[in-house]
């Protein structure tokens, strides 16, 4: 696939994310995709996405995740985000809903075969949203 290409399947993944309709990932991603979070842990499959990251968004319900930059070479595609919501879900790690805007920044590198993702490695701080959260709870 061409980079620009690779760009609209993760533009179109981000977007299924955005309305929260996280059965219709499978769609855009590899049989044997994993994601990896901040730390080197490996989730395999769509539902290891899911698992690990559903309980961050489920406690911002209606956020937003406009990309500010994405860029593309070879099989690799970098995306920059901002990300915008209020605490107004469930805990978030362990904190309770809160009502707070919450804004911040997210890095994702993602890799593509077979004209799908394979992989997802995200980098975000999560202290910074915990911070923004629990500032004077």
Do not use: W
Request: aromatic letters at 12%.
């Amino acid at each position: 696939m061409s980079a620009e290409a690779n760009k609209e399947l993760v533009r179109r993944f981000f977007e299924t994310i955005e309305q929260e309709n996280y059965e219709a990932l499978t769609e855009f991603c590899h049989p044997d995709f994993v994601f990896y979070p901040q730390i080197d842990t490996p989730f395999p499959g769509v539902e290891g996405l899911v698992e690990s990251e559903k309980k961050n968004f489920d406690a911002f319900p209606g956020f937003k995740m406009p990309i500010k930059s994405i860029f593309a070479e070879g099989d690799q595609v970098a995306v920059y985000f901002i990300f915008e919501g209020k605490h107004t879900g469930i805990p978030f790690r362990g904190v309770p809903s809160t009502g707070k805007d919450v804004r911040f920044s997210l890095m994702i590198l993602l890799r593509i075969q077979d004209g799908k993702i394979i992989e997802q490695r995200s980098h975000v701080d999560v202290n910074d949203i915990i911070r923004q959260v629990s500032e004077n709870a």
